[in-house]
């Protein structure tokens, strides 16, 4: 088992940052790999970014990219996910997963681990 707690979430103007964090707990030496996700009322839980803890690569989200920054701390267990030129539209909540296997990163299929969530609100 994996337990997944995330952070730094909460209330920013339009075009300010946020770095949110991730700290994992118990089996973390078999996580391939972490994932953020998001979801706004009413909407679908959506891909933001995810990383791979065996070969350091990284994905993102169209809607986030060059935006958003995930990275990771090896020895504090922790994923982060910088967020910089925040946007009303990126308000949710922010969602931190993990797996143990490769594969299907961008979906939440892809992850049997979930964080509870932080929630982050971008006011116009």
């Known amino acids: 088992q994996v337990q997944l707690v995330e952070s730094g979430g909460g209330l920013v103007q339009a075009g300010g940052s946020l770095r949110l964090s991730c700290t994992a707990s118990?089996?973390?030496?078999?996580?391939?790999?972490t994932g953020w996700f998001r979801q706004a009322p009413g909407k679908e839980r959506e891909f933001v970014a995810a990383?791979?803890?065996?070969?350091?690569?990284?994905l993102y989200a169209d809607s986030v990219k060059g935006r958003f920054t995930i990275s990771r701390d090896k020895a504090k267990n922790t994923v982060y996910l910088q967020m910089n030129s925040l946007k009303p539209e990126d308000t949710a909540v922010y969602l931190c997963?993990?797996?143990?296997?490769?594969?299907?990163?961008?979906?939440?299929?892809?992850?049997?681990?979930w964080g509870q969530g932080t929630q982050v609100t971008v006011s116009s």
């Open positions: 118990g089996r973390t030496f078999s996580i391939y790999k």
């Open positions: 997963a993990a797996d143990e296997h490769p594969g299907r990163a961008t979906m939440t299929s892809g992850y049997d681990y």
């Open positions: 990383n791979n803890w065996i070969g350091g690569n990284t």
